[in-house]
Each structure stands twice: as C-alpha cells, then as structure tokens.
C-alpha cells in the first residue's frame, strides 16, 4: 500500500487511525551495520609515505599503519568520539568491526565501555588476520573468545580472506560455532580478495555479516552490508546489491555514524547507474538494519524534518535529530547527549589523535 505522495507507508507510522496520533519527524533508532570505530581519530593524520596508487596500498600505507600504532587510550577515546557522533545523528546502535593488533587483549571491553558510557548500543568483534603473523591471528581468535563468553555482544571478526590462511579461517568458523554466533568479514572488497566466495563457499552461515562483496563471484549464505561510502573512497568499484539474492544492509565501514547519509548515498550510487531505482528499496535495505540489532527499533529519534520518509530525505541533507531517547532514557536533547560532555569528548579525543599522529610520523 502507498500513501497520496506515492511512498510506502513504514512501520512507526501505524495504521490510519494511528497515524493520526503519531508524529511524521519520528523513528525509531538507526542502526549502522558495518562500523570501524577505530578509524574515527584518522581524520588529519600524516599523510603515507606515498601515494597509495591501489586497494592493497591503501590497505598497506593507511589503515594497517593506522590500526598498528593505536593503544587501549587511543582506542577508547576515538569509539567515545564515534559513539557520539553516531549519537548526533540518530544512530542508537553500531556493529562494530575491530582492529589493534599492538593492543589486542582488552579491546572490544574498552570500546563497549566507551559507546556505554554514551549511551549507545554495541555488537563487536576483533579482526582476525594472519598478516602480521600465526601469533597475532591466535590473539585475536581469543580476544573474540573472551569478549563473548564474559557476556559482550557481537560476532567472531576477521579482516579478509586474503589475509587468512586456511587454517585461520577454519579456527575463526570454528569458534564461531562454539560460540554459536556468526562470523563479521570483508567479502571480495578489492580484487586482491577475488578468491573469496571460492573460499567460503561452504563455509558462510545465514548469521554471518558480509561486507562490501563489490567483487563476490557467487551466492554465498549470509547478510550483505553495503558501503556506498567506502567503497567509492576507495575506488573498489560498485557492489550492485539489488543483484543479490542476500538480504542487504547498510554501514559505513568507518566513515561516521551518519545512517540518513548513509541511505542517501546508497540510493544515488545506485540511481547514477539504473534511473528506475527507488529510494524505497534503499530505505528497505536501512530497515533491515534493525534485523541484527531489533532492541533499536524500540529507541525513539525525533528529528529536524517532517515527514521521515525516503522519497524526501533522498533530497534532503542536513536532517538532524532533536532528541533521541534510548531504553527508555533521553540520552539526546536540545541538540546535545545527555550523559557525556560533547566539548570534553572532543577535546580528549584530540589529544589521542596528536597522539596517534606523532607515532605514525
């Protein structure tokens, strides 16, 4: 069914009668379902030693460079700073995706306290890789181990298929069936990791978190998440999700919380190839967001436009929340969250950025 401006009707706004008692700038919390929480103290750093000219120097010259220099004080200020931008924009709850392979034990705990502290859900992982070697991918294997079964929320997490080994890959399906959780993995990002569908062909499970799958060469058992934003910054190429069989979902793998940006983005990516696209199959994709983390869909965002609806917030920047209540607390009011200082965040995060920058030269 479609209301009189042609879109379809969603799930807060209720039956006509209740439609009647309902307010247009509300929704439930969004939920980003591919996040990096580590990279948020990136912005400013020191440029790489060259100019990354592939996916795999991008990989080499920035993020692993990144990701190796952080510490547990680096790291629990740059997810306060990331919780709360999500926080800003709406997004009550983040599926995060770690990596610290200096600071690997304690990790996913300082994070969970971080986005806790303001006030936002959390699901993560550590990322498990054999790139720096058969020890480090051991340590990660255990900090996943750690996390859950001392009652944190999330999946066992590893970086790629062309930095795992075999056997890796084979300890990282096994803990996760032990823990009876899925796996959260990079899928054909680039093609450097073309063999990956080959390689998980068998192995994926319907509970399992694909990212990116931009070069995926086959079907494989799991949930697709989309980066719109990530994958044209790296110039990977377009995953043309509406091919796929998988339910889809959206993140941002790393680049802010913003989930309305997010959709926007994912339906002009899609619309700059296929003119019939609709921004209500990109707004069914941010709702199926609430599949892997449905405790948001109960948290309440009231917003600076009216109505919340894809076929005028696909031509609409700048929508900001107003208030935002989560488990029934306001933790967002007057432009504001409620449980930290936003100056003081800012301020601490800085200091780790400076930090984090001095160590990468």
Known sequence: MRTESGAIPFPWHGAASERQVSTGHQTPGLVCAHH????TLARGMPPPPRTPTTFQEILELVWWRLDKALDLEMIEWSAKLGALEALERGTTAIIDHHASPSAIEGSLSVIADACAEVGVRLSTCYEVTDRNGVDEAKAGLEENNRFLKAGGRGYVGAHACFT?????LDAVCTLADELDVGVHIH?????EDIDAGRRLEGRARDNWILVHAVHLD???AGTIAHTPLSNMNNAVGYAAPAKRSNRIVLGTDGIGGDMIEAFRMTYLRAREIDVTFSPDVAWSWLEANWDLFPEAKDDRVSWSYDPMEPWHLAFTPGV??????ISGEKVFEDGKPTRVDPLEVRAKAREQAMRLFERLG
Do not use: F, K, N
């Open 36 to 39: 990096h929480l580590y990279s």
């Open 218 to 220: 086959r079907e494989l």
């Open 320 to 325: 900001r929340p107003t208030e935002v209540i």
């Open 187 to 191: 899928v054909a990002e680039g093609p």
């Open 164 to 168: 795992l080994s075999d056997a890796t």
